[in-house]
Antibody
Framework: EVQLVQSGAEVKKPGESLKISCKGS????????IGWVRQMPGKGLEWMGI????????RYSPSFQGQVTISADKSISTAYLQWSSLKASDTAMYYC????????????WGQGTLVTVSS | AIRITQSPSSLSASTGDRVTITCRAS??????LAWYQQKPGKAPKLLIY???TLQSGVPSRFSGSGSGTDFTLTISCLQSEDFATYYC???????????FGPGTKVDIK
């Protein structure tokens, strides 16, 4: 079974750093994109960026370029999303999702990681 | 960047109704469009890709159509489990760029 399992919920203070993870299983991790999607409370889906673990090709949405870093460790089939200095406005649910190389349709999705940033 | 609009933003319907949701792209995207269903507290679920291809395991009452800039998602006979929010997503650009629509919430009349 193809599965993406994300790390658990986080509560952080403004200015702190954070790295959340997304572990793939049941497929060739290096042959599919992993995308990250933000969903702020009560709001819609926002695409943040994608990474191709096979060669680490990474693309960011202009809205998130410079705000987050996407990476992957193919040896452990895990992708990451990280912040160097969190803001209260980063409070959201973050999803990872898999997409084939040539068709950016996202399936399956991880269960989501809730990040709460509050002083 | 390609912008995506959806209409309506919400609708109320009854079980058994036929429901249509529209998605419009700011420029032609061929058939590079997907539809997702999201229920409260759950991750989105892929329903349709390439504008009209049903994802494996998705009921046949869901269908998609369109190409270029205008697309529709149709639920032919609404079931209780279909009350949810629906998002369209374009994936036309290269280098890879993705845009989601703002969503359409379908609730019970």
């Amino acid at each position: 079974e193809v599965q993406l399992v994300q790390s658990g919920a986080e509560v952080k203070k403004p200015g702190e750093s954070l790295k959340i993870s997304c572990k793939g299983s049941g497929y060739s991790f290096t042959s599919y994109w992993i995308g990250w999607v933000r969903q702020m409370p009560g709001k819609g889906l926002e695409w943040m960026g994608i990474i191709y673990p096979g060669d680490s090709d990474t693309r960011y949405s202009p809205s998130f370029q410079g705000q987050v870093t996407i990476s992957a460790d193919k040896s452990i089939s895990t992708a990451y999303l990280q912040w160097s200095s969190l803001k209260a406005s980063d409070t959201a649910m973050y999803y990872c999702a898999r997409a084939p190389y040539d068709i950016l349709k996202f399936d399956p999705w991880g269960q989501g990681t809730l990040v709460t940033v509050s002083s | 960047a390609i912008r995506i609009t959806q209409s309506p933003s919400s609708l109320s319907a009854s079980t058994g109704d036929r429901v249509t949701i529209t998605c419009r792209a700011s420029q032609g995207i061929s058939s590079y469009l997907a539809w997702y269903q999201q229920k409260p507290g759950k991750a989105p679920k892929l329903l349709i890709y390439a504008a009209s291809t049903l994802q494996s395991g998705v009921p046949s009452r869901f269908s998609g159509s369109g190409s270029g800039t205008d697309f529709t998602l149709t639920i032919s006979c609404l079931q209780s489990e279909d009350f949810a929010t629906y998002y369209c997503q374009q994936y036309y650009s290269y280098p890879p760029e993705v845009t989601f629509g703002p969503g359409t919430k379908v609730d019970i009349k």
